[in-house]
């Protein structure tokens, strides 16, 4: 085989109270990439969508996450890609953690699957240090992995794939952009003991929640005291949006990773729908354009289609 075709799954990442460490996947949007293996030891981009994002491989998310895999198996071919992005970036449910992963499953897939996920996710680190500006792995191991993960540690790497009830998510993108990179800029360096216990308080009681599929539980666990009230500002009508969201149903929600895009969990697609409704109606008096998602959680992760 020297072709393969994969989606690549949008993520929600620190699901309100878990910064940097938890994350989900979502069935839609997904990037669609395809990977041939040629005989050079380069790196070839091209793609078939009008977001603009580099070609040159030092400079593309797909292209420094390939270049480190190559460099670990350091033999004489490279990989041509050509990539659809259905993730928009910028957006704040996992762009570039979808580009990194869907190169390096695609490429694994073609190398007869020599590396496991966790080493996907090493060579993946290297793209989203090239968009952020940091190591984290909480869109990435969710997008590799599918379902709700938990990155216990990023150095060295420690996954722990989550039980979780059925489970549905609304996403509202609002048609601008926050960079990753300057939503954790404007991050407190130290925080009270206080807000931390009650932060990870939370997050066990989240973790707790899912495996016991306890929605009530979930809902009072989904808070943030220490990166949400930093990060809000710069999300128009953000406050609004999510109390919509919990007042039509939603089991809970927030930012969506760094932003702007805002998510709520509801038990049901009907209820997410419901909050979809009532997200875009209050959203859409802002007058900034938007688009909204209502998606299952992805159980797969990247997948060969
Ligand atoms: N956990 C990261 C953050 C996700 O909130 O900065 C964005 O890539």
Redesign the pocket.
């Known amino acids: 085989m020297d072709q393969i075709r994969v989606h690549s799954p949008a993520t929600v990442?620190?699901v309100v109270c878990g910064?940097?460490c938890l994350g989900f996947a979502l069935s839609e949007p997904y990037d669609d990439i395809t990977l041939r293996l040629i005989d050079e030891p380069i790196i070839k981009i091209r793609h078939n969508d009008s977001y603009g994002l580099p070609t040159d491989p030092d400079k593309n998310v797909a292209g420094v996450t390939l270049r480190a895999m190559l460099d670990a198996v350091d033999e004489p071919f490279g990989f041509d890609v050509e990539i659809t992005k259905g993730i928009k970036p910028g957006s704040?449910i996992?762009s570039?953690?979808a580009s990194a992963c869907s190169a390096v499953v695609a490429a694994n897939e073609l190398l007869e699957r020599r590396f496991s996920k966790l080493e996907l996710i090493e060579f993946a680190m290297a793209g989203?240090m090239l968009?952020?500006g940091?190591r984290?792995a909480?869109?990435l191991a969710p997008c590799i992995y599918g379902g709700f993960v938990l990155v216990r540690s990023s150095q060295p790497l420690d996954v722990i794939e989550l039980d979780h009830p059925p489970l549905f998510a609304t996403v509202l993108h609002p048609q601008i952009e926050i960079k990753?990179s300057e939503?954790?800029a404007i991050l407190p360096r130290e925080v009270p003991l206080a807000a931390a216990v009650r932060n990870w308080s939370n997050l066990g009681a989240f973790v707790a929640a899912l495996s016991k599929g306890d929605t009530e539980l979930m809902s009072r666990a989904m808070r943030d005291e220490i990166?949400e009230p930093a990060r809000s500002s710069l999300i128009p009508g953000f406050d609004d949006v999510v109390q919509a969201g919990l007042g039509a149903g939603a089991v809970g929600g927030g930012i969506s990773?760094?932003g702007p895009s805002m998510f709520m969990i509801s038990a049901s697609r009907e209820a997410a729908d419901g909050v979809a409704a009532a997200m875009s109606e209050v959203y859409s008096r802002t007058g900034i354009e938007f688009n909204t998602y209502v998606s299952a959680i992805d159980p797969d992760g990247v997948r060969v289609v």
Do not use: I, P, Q, Y
């Open positions: 990442s620190n910064f940097d704040g996992g570039s953690a989203e968009a952020s940091s984290h909480d869109n990753t939503a954790r990166v990773g760094s």
